[in-house]
């Protein structure tokens, strides 16, 4: 999923579940920030303080992509959630280990990181936590199949496009075989390009062990958001087995509704459409709104309101405000969702990551 779903549809998706437009709002900036927060490293201040983060996403060129560990670290907790196969904890899906990374929609792994969450919501993070979760959520729905780690299983051949678009007339095939070369490792959905995130297109391809694999993404794409929005309202009572309903009827229509008509390849550019319709009013639910607008870096960035830069420098000056700061909460977010995964969730299914 690209920014149109992890921004701007997760704040509707808040909006729906109940949420104030400012607790929505960072639902969302959090949401899309892990696809951008792509530094790691110790932050120095003037008076001896310092922060350590961690990043949450690599670009696909990155050479961290070659490490094991890092892989495991970003691409496996944060955009690959191994799924186990869809298996409850202490059962094993059949073949190889590659079969529990393989990430699959709404897991008991995904819902027990879901469930992690709700239950520690009064942390000072929580907002910014939820969000992190839902962006890893949604992506078990657009990433399944493919697996956060260096393997065959991640191979994409003789994939076509089985909607009518229009844009691909000379077939995804094709298209997959221009822009993709061996620079392109077989690292999540790298070899699909940007196909699992489109949410108009209905599409199918042979995967790495010669299954025919068949993908309607919006289908997939509003069950993520009709889960996200259970989720969501879980986390507003505080209670993970609460008994919920999802989307509205109408907020689920004109979700729906966007996701199959605005067939742009770009992300960048139907996020734009979506928040057009968000501030002319196309949610009955919650009516006209204006989201904060998203920016990674540069002075309207979450990093420059907490550091006065966008910029990494040897000593930043230091802000008692910048405890409390959405950038910095961020951070604390992506180490706690890390550990929570990595260390308290993945063993009780037999899986030893990072």
């Known amino acids: 999923m690209q920014i149109d779903f992890h921004h701007a549809t997760t704040y509707v998706i808040a909006r729906d579940a109940g949420f104030a437009h400012k607790e929505a709002d960072i639902i969302a900036y959090a949401a899309q920030y892990v696809d951008d927060a792509t530094s790691t490293g ?9 922060y350590n983060r961690i990043s949450s996403a690599h670009k696909m060129l990155d050479p961290r992509n070659t490490q094991q560990l890092a892989n495991h670290q970003v691409w496996l907790a944060f955009h690959f959630l191994p799924g186990n196969g869809g298996k409850a904890a202490g059962k094993n899906p059949g073949g190889s280990f590659i079969n529990k990374i393989v990430c699959t929609p709404n897991s008991p792994v995904a819902q027990e990181m879901v469930r992690g969450v709700i239950l520690d919501k009064d942390r000072l993070y929580g907002l910014h936590r939820l969000g992190v979760a839902m962006h890893v959520y949604a992506d078990t729905w657009a990433h399944q199949g493919f697996a956060g780690v260096l393997h065959d299983v991640n191979e994409v051949d003789d994939a076509e496009e089985t909607s009518d678009s229009g844009l691909f007339d000379g077939g995804i095939g094709r298209f997959l075989r221009g822009v993709l070369d061996d620079t392109i490792p077989p690292l999540g959905h790298g070899r699909a390009n940007v196909f699992p995130d489109m949410p108009f297109l209905q599409w199918r391809y042979k995967n790495g062990v010669k299954e025919v694999v068949t993908r309607d993404n919006s289908g997939d794409f509003i069950k993520a958001a009709d889960h996200m929005c259970k989720a969501m309202r879980r986390y507003r009572l505080g209670n993970p087995d609460a008994k919920v309903t999802g989307l509205t009827t109408k907020t689920k229509a004109q979700i729906k509704k966007l996701f199959l008509e605005i067939k742009i390849k770009s992300g960048d550019e139907r996020h734009q459409h979506w928040l057009k319709a968000i501030r002319g009013g196309a949610f009955e639910t919650f009516g006209p709104a204006r989201i ?16 006065g830069t966008s910029h990494d420098l040897p000593v930043h000056r230091y802000q008692p405000e910048f405890l409390k700061s959405n950038w910095k909460l961020f951070h604390d977010a992506i180490q706690a969702h890390r550990f929570h995964v990595v260390h308290d969730i993945l063993p009780r299914y037999g899986i030893c990551a990072a």
């Open 42 to 50: 110790t932050v120095q201040f003037d008076n001896q303080a310092v």
């Open 292 to 307: 904060s607008s998203y920016f990674p870096r540069g002075s309207k960035s979450w990093k420059h309101a907490a550091l």
